[in-house]
């Protein structure tokens, strides 16, 4: 049996007491984990790793997690358990922070995970 390791979102660096929201390969096991609070997605195995970046959580202690691209798309696909404010307001900054790149890399993003149908007339609200 592979070993997998979940993989968090970047808002969850600043863990305040809500739940920590990670992501594992669909079919695999959920962690069983007491503390703190989670919240599990399952994403397919083809699309997981897409987007993953080395967090330095402590020195020499690195945790894979989503870029902030592929944070913000995820958020819009799960604006509906997590809140359409929450999800709108992660693509407003992102668009604000992200430089003139930033529409397009998560249009690509979204693209890949066969959502830009909920992305493309979401940014295009938020920069109209």
């Excluded at 959920?30 to 083809?46: D, E, L, M, T």
């Amino acid at each position: 049996m592979r070993r997998v390791r979940p993989r968090a979102s970047r808002s969850d660096r600043r863990h305040t007491g809500a739940a920590v929201h990670i992501a594992v390969p669909r079919g695999t096991r959920r962690p069983a984990i007491s503390y703190p609070p989670i919240v599990v997605a399952q994403y397919a195995a083809k699309t997981f790793d897409l987007n993953i970046e080395q967090y330095e959580a402590a020195p020499g202690e690195f945790v894979p997690v989503y870029d902030a691209a592929r944070s913000v798309v995820d958020a819009m696909r799960h604006r509906n358990r997590i809140g359409q404010t929450l999800a709108l307001a992660a693509l407003g900054r992102y668009l604000r922070t992200s430089g003139p790149d930033g529409a397009g890399n998560l249009q690509g993003i979204a693209r890949e995970l066969h959502a830009l149908s909920v992305i493309r007339p979401a940014v295009e609200a938020v920069l109209a």
